[in-house]
């Protein structure tokens, strides 16, 4: 049964950090890996998706890297802002309709 | 564009109460829909999921069913509420492809509280 588990669960940096977001998953046996973010009692918004066969996606400041053999995701964040201030989720994908989630991280970044 | 609506945004229901969330999706034809429940403290859990109407497999045994009436509409609903069923009910779609590895979006969520 895959799992996914995301460390820290929570984070509070100051405004300009760069900081990195861990996920990691026990079957290696994925399709892709989405990061979402969530803000409070919203919906999810799609970040960034990458392919199994791909090892990073770009966008903005976010970067993902994927390393499917260790079932390992990081989340790079550059230069945060207040704004990114939310729940941020991972889900691999197993195939068939069907995304396993990561519990979050909670991210806060001061001003 | 595609868009998805899902209401209400949020439902106080009383336990032993039967329960009806509506899910729908604009700008598309074909999708794949999905139900999951965020609860508390907890990782989203896809509840139930459909290629096509009157399609619905699902994943988690509860006292929870979900219909597809129509080909953009899904339904998620309970005869009888429990405590347990408290939480933020999510709706997304993708949209149909081999696998289903396609991205999925989702909806703004319903926050459901059962007393």
């Known amino acids: 049964k895959q799992e996914v588990t995301q460390i820290p669960a929570a984070l509070s940096v100051p405004e300009g950090e760069n900081l990195v977001l861990n996920c990691s998953f026990t079957?290696?046996?994925?399709?892709?890996l989405q990061w979402f973010r969530q803000d409070p009692g919203k919906g999810l918004t799609s970040l960034l998706l990458i392919q199994s066969s791909q090892r990073e996606q770009t966008s903005g400041r976010l970067n993902a890297s994927l390393d499917k053999s260790s079932g390992r995701s990081t989340l790079y964040i550059a230069a945060s802002q207040p704004g990114d201030s939310a729940t941020y989720l991972c889900a691999v994908n197993t195939g068939f309709q069907k995304l396993v989630f990561g519990t979050g991280t909670r991210l806060l970044v001061s001003p | 564009s595609q868009t998805i609506h899902q209401w209400p945004a949020t439902l106080v229901q009383p336990v032993g109460s039967p329960l009806s969330l509506e899910c729908t999706v604009e700008?598309?034809?074909?999708?794949?829909l999905y139900w999951y429940r965020q609860a508390a403290g907890r990782g989203l859990q896809l509840l139930f999921y459909s290629v096509g109407i009157g399609q619905i497999s699902s994943e988690v045994p509860q006292n929870l069913s979900a219909s597809r009436p129509q080909d953009r509409q899904f339904i998620l609903s309970s005869k009888k509420l429990l405590l347990s069923d408290s939480g933020f009910y999510l709706c997304?779609?993708?949209?149909?492809?081999?696998?289903?590895?396609?991205?999925?979006?989702f909806g703004p969520g319903t926050r459901l509280t059962v007393l």
């Open positions: 997304a779609w993708n949209q149909e492809n081999q696998g289903g590895t396609d991205t999925q979006y």
């Open positions: 700008g598309t034809s074909n999708p794949n």
């Open positions: 079957d290696s046996a994925i399709y892709n």
